[in-house]
């Protein structure tokens, strides 16, 4: 319970008491998606009772976003920043990991929230899909912690020095009862293959980008997913 705990101490703006040492969520990553049932199952009943589209995803995002107190939409930004820096490598990691915001950041921050808004306006089930859409967030930064090599010294690395390769089994069985909830199968399915889809792309786009992972990057997955799998759900 502790390490239950610690995580949604690091991953919720909730007030959870006395914080507890972190290491005991470290030890345990592969508990992410336990973060997104909480977040996104906050979000899901906030949003229940709203009968209007575009009101019922504006709250949605903005329950998850606030839930999260923004930590990992502030990662999306620094990657924004980096990816768009010209120059080399060391140059695009300056740009991710500085104080200032620049162009990129600002353009990944509004493509995904607008990728994500339109697509909940969408969907049959706003509430289902909020919640769906955040564990398969969460999962990725799982599967992100335990697979991406670090480039610095940070969060992540420390977080990675502890995560071992069967992390991704329990991870993943953490996902299983998503396909409790009402929605087709099928979409569950590919949720979760294009969450797969989606951290083996973020992997290889930052080492070949940056050399490696950092806590950015893990940040910007969690956002990128959940706009991802939204979009998804709408289509199917």
């Known amino acids: ?10 991953c919720t703006s909730l007030p959870l008491g006395r914080p507890v040492e972190f290491e005991h969520f470290a030890r345990r990553s592969y ?4 973060a997104g049932y909480l977040i996104g199952g906050i979000a899901a009943i906030v949003t229940f009772w709203i ?36 120059g080399r490598r060391e140059k695009r990691i300056a740009a991710m990991t500085d104080r200032t915001t620049g162009a990129g ?7 995904v929230t607008l990728l994500a ?36 010294e940070g969060m992540h690395s420390y977080l990675h ?3 071992k390769p069967w992390f991704l089994v329990p991870a993943f069985l953490l ?8 929605l087709p199968r099928l979409a569950l399915v590919l949720a979760l293959a294009a969450t797969a889809a989606i951290t083996a792309f973020m992997l290889v786009l930052s080492r070949r980008v940056f050399g490696g992972v950092n806590g950015d990057i893990v940040g910007a997955s969690n956002e990128i ?8 759900l709408a289509l199917a």
């Open 175 to 182: 996902t299983l009862p998503l396909f409790l909830l009402p």
């Open 31 to 34: 508990l992410y998606p336990l």
């Open 105 to 111: 950041a600002v353009a990944a921050g509004i493509l």
């Open 117 to 152: 808004f339109s697509g909940l306006q969408a969907v049959a089930n706003i509430p289902l899909t909020i919640l769906t859409a955040e564990v398969c967030a969460k999962t990725a930064m799982s599967w992100l912690t335990t697979l991406g090599r670090p480039f610095r």
């Open 51 to 86: 009968a209007s589209p575009p009101v019922g995803a504006a709250v949605a995002i903005a329950a998850v976003l606030l839930l999260s107190g923004c930590n990992h939409f502030d990662g999306l930004l620094d990657f924004g920043d980096g990816l768009m820096a010209h």
């Open 161 to 163: 020095s502890f995560a």
């Open 225 to 232: 997913v959940r706009a991802g799998v939204i979009l998804l």
């Open 1 to 10: 319970m502790r390490s239950v705990l610690a995580l949604f101490q690091f």
